[in-house]
């Protein structure tokens, strides 16, 4: 998967979990300041990411550092290159 089908599929998970605007989600908006989003918010989104990608993010010491959209992107990215190896 290229990194724009990948944005994309995140995309929609933000969509499903937090209804959204596929428009608002750029990779320099923050989740809790321009998304709006809690920490509660942030378990869910691991959780749609886990479900829509089948990765374990638990033991992915990065998800501590995520703080924007685009981040998330990055990780995800990241993780799937590791999964495929």
Known sequence: MNPEELKEKIK???VQ???LDR???KDEKQL???LGLDSLD????????QKEFKLDLRQYAGLREIRSFGD???V???LCRQNQR
């Open 72 to 74: 998330v992107c990055r």
């Open 42 to 49: 942030i378990v869910d989104l691991i959780v749609g990411l």
């Open 23 to 25: 428009e608002e989600l």
């Open 32 to 34: 809790f300041t321009d």
């Open 17 to 19: 979990y937090f209804e």
């Open 12 to 14: 929609d998970v933000f």
């Open 76 to 78: 995800m990215e990241d």
